[in-house]
């Protein structure tokens, strides 16, 4: 199926859930819904699922508007962060709720209830009731009942963040999967950017109500259009430097004091203004080598694989992904050396990207 | 409390026993006149007479234990007002139950206009005290005991009149009791019922209410107290025997001041307090927990 | 709400609706208009047998006059509702033909003005049928109540196909809709027998109606009942027993009591305390006859009486029926043991919810139980007791159940009655030969007021409404 937003706004009295959200959903696509908490990516599912009634604007599913259409007209399943179960009924009539309410046949309803539990490993479990499982086997339940039905449309709100660290990692890759598979359409809120990252086709990056950006994740990743993108989406995150950008000859050179950079010309032209500019480059775009700019270790996070050094270079602090075997200690003298090509440039007044508008 | 004792090291020992002890004692005697209320009900019940609190036989010695004050389990009228006062309880547990909670989740979970206008409704009823109206309500139910059909089910006189009353007059505290309940429920079990396709109905009726099954059977105990124990409206809206409840016909045996039986009213009133008695056994915590969190509201 | 766009244009089909209704609707009021009047223009219809608008006033017989061969019910107050809802359904077409938009709310109003005054002539053309039957008069049923009755229904069925026809293009007004239907129980028995007795009482008071006079037709005879209710030569004596028995019983039980309770059980072992709390909920769920019978028993002569035998014990030889030598004692006794315990149970949930690190500082800063009660406790109290006040107040001003139980108001003339008890014996005891339903109300209607301003303060006082939370979902 097919979602178009346009224009979605839900307003209560002065609160604003949800600012003129457009945006498209193509079919059998996996979109994520980004953003911090309260940045009104719930409000905009729980539009899409017609528990909320939009303040205005239009939401159209394979072209057709469904604005006034109840929720269990909209043929869409939905798993929800508390998961939601039905207490007092055991995971069988779970699963099966929604098929006693559509008057499926009880013969069939056995069979669907079945292998839709088959799939989600849960066939074992059926008499159980939802106290009695542990958060892995409750969501997997939640979305047994989600797709029983068959939706075109399926509806995931952050419905990872309840599990712990192992168990999020596996369920990620057996929902993506399991989309894949079904072909169903998909949107998934979530505030943790890997998810997202991974999981997604296309991601919607929301702040205040509205869409920043939406895009394919390596697109969101190489090239942020706007200094909050680049700031949420990546981990460990982007560091922000305050430069300017001058052209000497026919160079243009990033300076600050302590630093100063030769730019890549087609980097350099765009990012050149007559006042100053923030620069953003990722950790992992920076690296520890024998010459280059000098600084001294602040602080370090051993992240395992890698050490997270905190450089401190006149004041500037640039966070560095460096080899934990160099053994860096607080108070060391290193040198960095910044791959220029990743470099970014933004607006400090607008907050745009200087490269990609 | 000897303020001299207060700082002296070696009787403290002695002062903070006492002044631990003393809060036990004044509760004991706080509770005094229950107890032997209480007891006195318990003793006249079973014996031929009493004089104070002992039982006495008919030569006024200490004695006299009999079971004849129960011969008025072979008197009809009072099987007839058992019925009636079951009626009026069941009535009320059924009705407040019923009402209120359909009402209470409307009030709590669903988004309509005039919502506030019903809420502060509720809130004033809450606080308020309905004892005045018995005047108006008694020319309502005259009214309504007019209406063919209609009117000998809940008119003036009648179980059903006086149980409508008190189901009315419950209605206020179910309201606002099970709104509190339904305030409670995760949002998100409501949205997915929602979604799975059920109505707003069956929503209530097959997700919502049976996660608030403590919370109604709290209100059901509490109601059946209430209409069990009843007697100022079954009194005023109802006349003669047949229709009367059990604290109404129990009044009329005490009321005839010179020739009461005092031990067949004390064994009528333990007949009377049997259920009661039970539910407080068996709910004492639900109980206190009604009672504050039922009036209390937010304060 | 709804924005220009949203409102989708009415379908053809639904134009034909909302015409039909109109069309109802009109007819429906001409007609009532007409059935209302027609016995006063002089079509008085039947041989003989009028019935002009169904006689029973509200709660009375029906006026039967014997004269000339004719039978006349008098119109009563409440069959003016005719006109009204006649009225009420030309406004609601004329406004919604000047707007040009029809919703479903001038349906809801069609409705109620169809649906009120026919369920209210039901009940008194029943009840005015009774009568005559009693009388062994046959009611020919009237040419204009048969109009009446037609055009009341015709305005509810327009009222309702308008509903029918605006829930389907208007989402919310269908939530809305839905709502009422959750609602519509509670609010049909709060609006007979909570609103329409305030109504009543109010109108009442302003009436000669008794049961001496039950029957004929009464009258509005203004404030008289007030006047006569502020010079009745017992007046002062009952307004001073009302302060008496409510500020006494407030201070020393149901709030003093209370209070000391909470902090005696709050000092001592929990099992114990939770013991005690109990015991005291005794009274509040003793039936309240068995509850009296009790209290009774205590105050009888002696050999009967316990308190005596507790006195002869003691070697005292005044042996007295107490009830009758300290009515009041007993009576503040009676209430303070049921209310002390709505008190206590109160304060106990506050002073569990004080922070335990609060007592524990003041401990350590060296303070003595006392000084902890006086400094910490009570202060965090104030809310409470403010609410208990308040609350009891109001209880005791209204509740009179175990004062008519145990002293009836006696011994003698108005030695313990208190306001609310001589409102309800007016109103509801045989005085005089008659109930003074008119006068009693009078003195109710006080207290009615009394209780409405109360309850809203309360509910200013203490922000009830702050505990109310926004619905989360939009749909039905």
Redesign the interface.
């Known amino acids: 199926m097919r979602v178009e937003l346009e224009n979605l706004t839900k307003r209560w009295g002065d609160a604003i859930g949800a600012d003129g959200v457009n945006l498209e959903v193509d079919h059998g696509e996996f979109v994520a819904f980004l953003g911090p908490s309260g940045c009104g990516k719930t409000t905009t599912l729980l539009m899409i699922a017609g528990i909320y009634k939009p303040t205005a604007g239009v939401i159209r599913f394979d072209g057709q508007v469904v604005n006034k259409l109840a929720p269990k007209d909209r043929n869409i399943g939905m798993v929800f962060q508390s998961y939601a179960l039905y207490p007092h009924m055991n995971v069988f009539q779970n699963i099966s709720y929604p098929l006693k309410l559509k008057k499926v046949p009880q013969e069939e309803m056995r069979k669907r209830v079945e292998r839709v539990a088959e799939m989600m490993g849960i066939g074992h479990l059926l008499d159980r009731k939802p106290a009695q499982l542990s958060g892995g086997q409750q969501q997997r339940v939640a979305l047994g009942r989600a797709l029983v039905k068959e939706p075109q449309l399926l509806l995931f709100d952050e419905p990872l963040s309840n599990l712990d660290a192992r168990l999020r990692l596996s369920m990620r890759s057996e929902i993506k999967r399991l989309q894949l598979d079904l072909g169903i359409t998909s949107i998934y809120v979530t505030h943790d950017q890997v998810e997202a990252m991974t999981m997604a086709d296309r991601i919607a990056v929301m702040k205040d109500g509205k869409v920043q950006a939406y895009d394919r994740p390596e697109e969101l990743y190489d090239r942020p259009r706007t200094l909050f993108i680049a700031g949420f989406i990546g981990n460990p995150p982007m560091n922000f430097v305050d430069v300017e950008v001058v052209q000497v000859d026919n160079t243009f050179h990033a300076r600050r004091q302590g630093l100063d950079l030769p730019l890549p010309a087609d980097r350099g032209e765009k990012a050149a203004q007559d006042r100053p500019v923030i620069m953003g480059i990722r950790p992992e775009d920076v690296s520890i080598a024998d010459e280059g700019i000098a600084g001294e270790v602040y602080v370090v996070e051993p992240l395992g694989r890698d050490d997270l050094v905190d450089v401190q270079i006149n004041g500037a602090h640039l966070r560095v992904l460096a080899d934990p075997a160099l053994n860096l200690r607080i108070g060391d003298q290193v040198k960095l050396k910044i791959n220029t090509d990743k470099v970014q440039f933004f607006d400090p007044q607008t907050e745009l990207s200087l490269l990609w508008n | 409390m000897d303020t001299t004792t207060f700082e002296t090291e070696p009787t403290y020992g002695l002062r903070r026993v006492l002044?631990?002890l003393i809060?036990?004692v004044?509760?004991t005697i706080?509770?005094l006149?229950?107890?032997?209320?209480?007891v006195?009900?318990f003793v006249?019940t079973f014996s031929l007479r009493?004089?104070?609190?002992?039982p006495k036989d008919a030569n006024g010695n200490i004695g006299g234990w009999t079971l004849q004050n129960w011969t008025f389990l072979n008197d009809p009228a009072v099987w007839r007002a058992t019925l009636n006062s079951l009626i009026i309880a069941v009535g009320m547990v059924v009705g407040v139950g019923?009402?209120?909670s359909?009402?209470g989740?409307?009030?709590?979970?669903?988004?309509?206009?005039?919502?506030k206008g019903?809420?502060?409704?509720t809130?004033?009823?809450?606080?308020?005290?309905?004892?005045?109206?018995?005047?108006?309500?008694?020319?309502?139910l005259?009214?309504?005991?007019?209406?063919?059909v209609i009117?000998s089910l809940f008119g003036f006189n009648t179980v059903g009149g006086v149980a409508?009353?008190m189901?009315?007059?419950d209605?206020p505290l179910g309201?606002w009791l099970m709104k509190g309940f339904f305030?409670n429920i995760?949002?998100?079990?409501?949205?997915?019922?929602?979604?799975?396709?059920?109505?707003?109905?069956?929503v209530?009726w097959e997700?919502i209410i049976?996660?608030i099954k403590p919370g109604l059977a709290a209100l059901a105990i509490f109601t059946f107290?209430t209409g069990?124990?009843a007697?100022?409206i079954p009194f005023?809206f109802t006349v003669g025997s047949k229709v009367a409840n059990?604290?109404?016909l129990?009044?009329q045996f005490?009321g005839d001041t010179s020739l009461v039986s005092?031990n067949r009213?004390?064994a009528l009133?333990l007949f009377?307090?049997i259920p009661?008695i039970i539910?407080?056994i068996f709910t004492?915590e639900m109980?206190?927990n009604i009672?504050?969190g039922g009036?209390?509201?937010?304060? | 709400m709804s924005s220009p766009q949203q409102s989708d244009p009415v379908t053809p089909s639904g134009q034909k609706a909302v015409l039909v209704g109109h069309g109802l609707a009109l007819v429906g009021a001409v007609m009532a208009l007409v059935g209302f009047y027609l016995p006063w223009l002089g079509f008085v219809g039947g041989r003989g047998l009028v019935a002009t608008l169904s006689g029973a006033r509200i709660g009375a017989g029906p006026v039967i006059r014997l004269g000339e061969n004719v039978v006349v019910f008098r119109g009563s107050p409440t069959s003016y509702l005719v006109v009204v809802a006649a009225v009420i359904a030309l406004l609601v077409v004329g406004l919604a033909f000047r707007r040009r938009r029809l919703t479903g709310w001038d349906g809801l109003t069609l409705i109620t003005a169809g649906l009120l005054p026919l369920l209210v002539l039901w009940g008194q053309f029943g009840a005015a049928q009774r009568e005559a039957g009693k009388v062994g008069i046959l009611i020919q049923t009237q040419y204009g109540l048969v109009l009446v009755y037609l055009a009341l229904l015709a305005v509810f069925a327009a009222g309702i196909l308008h509903v029918r026809n605006y829930s389907r293009q208007n989402p919310s007004f269908r939530n809305t809709l839905g709502a009422y239907a959750f609602m519509s129980p509670a609010t049909f028995l709060v609006l007979v027998f909570f609103l329409i007795p305030v109504v009543l009482l109010a109108v009442l008071s302003l009436t000669d109606l008794s049961s001496a006079n039950f029957g004929e037709p009464w009258n509005f005879i203004g404030l008289e009942n007030y006047r006569r209710m502020f010079s009745d030569r017992f007046f002062p004596k009952i307004l001073g027993n009302t302060i008496f028995y409510v500020v006494t019983t407030l201070v020393f039980f149901n709030v003093g009591l209370a209070l000391v309770l909470a902090l005696l059980t709050a000092h001592i072992n929990r099992r114990a305390s939770f013991f005690f709390r109990l015991i005291w909920l005794l009274p509040r769920i003793t039936p309240s006859v068995v509850y009296i019978v009790m209290w009774k028993r205590f105050t009888q002569v002696p050999p009967y009486g316990i308190i005596n035998q507790f006195a002869g014990w003691l070697g005292i030889d005044y042996q007295p029926y107490w009830l009758n030598e300290a009515p009041w004692v007993f009576v503040i006794l009676v209430n303070g043991f049921v209310g002390a315990s709505f008190g206590m149970i109160i304060f106990t949930s506050a002073i569990e919810a004080i922070p335990k690190d609060l007592i524990t500082a003041a401990k350590v800063d060296g303070a003595s139980t006392l000084q902890v009660i006086r400094d910490i406790t009570l202060p965090m109290l104030r809310w409470p007791l403010l609410f208990v006040t308040t609350y009891q107040t109001l209880s005791l001003l209204v509740s009179f159940e175990y004062i008519l139980l145990l002293t009836q108001g006696g011994p003698g003339l108005y030695t313990t009655e208190v306001w609310a008890l001589t409102a309800y014996k007016r109103a509801l005891f045989t005085y005089f030969g008659s109930n003074q339903w008119a006068y009693g109300a009078a003195w109710g209607f006080v207290l009615v007021a009394i209780g409405i301003v109360l309850s809203i303060i309360y509910l200013r006082v203490f922000q009830f409404d702050q505990l109310v939370q926004e619905p989360k979902i939009d749909v039905l």
Do not use: C
């Open positions: 002044g631990q809060p036990y004044l509760l706080s509770i006149p229950i107890v032997i209320g209480y006195w009900i006249a009493t004089e104070g609190l002992l019923a009402i209120s359909l009402t989740y409307a009030l709590s979970r669903m988004n309509f206009t005039g919502r019903f809420l502060s409704i809130l004033i009823l809450h606080a308020f005290r309905p004892e005045m109206l018995l005047i108006a309500i008694f020319q309502v005259l009214f309504i005991g007019g209406i063919p009117g409508l009353v189901i009315t007059l209605l309201v305030d995760s949002w998100d079990m409501e949205r997915a019922a929602l979604i799975d396709g059920a109505s707003r109905f069956r209530w997700i049976p996660q107290i069990w124990n007697y100022l005023t059990l604290p109404v129990l009044n005490s005092w009213v004390a009133g009377q307090l009661i539910f407080f004492q109980l206190l009672y504050s009036t209390k509201g937010g304060a």
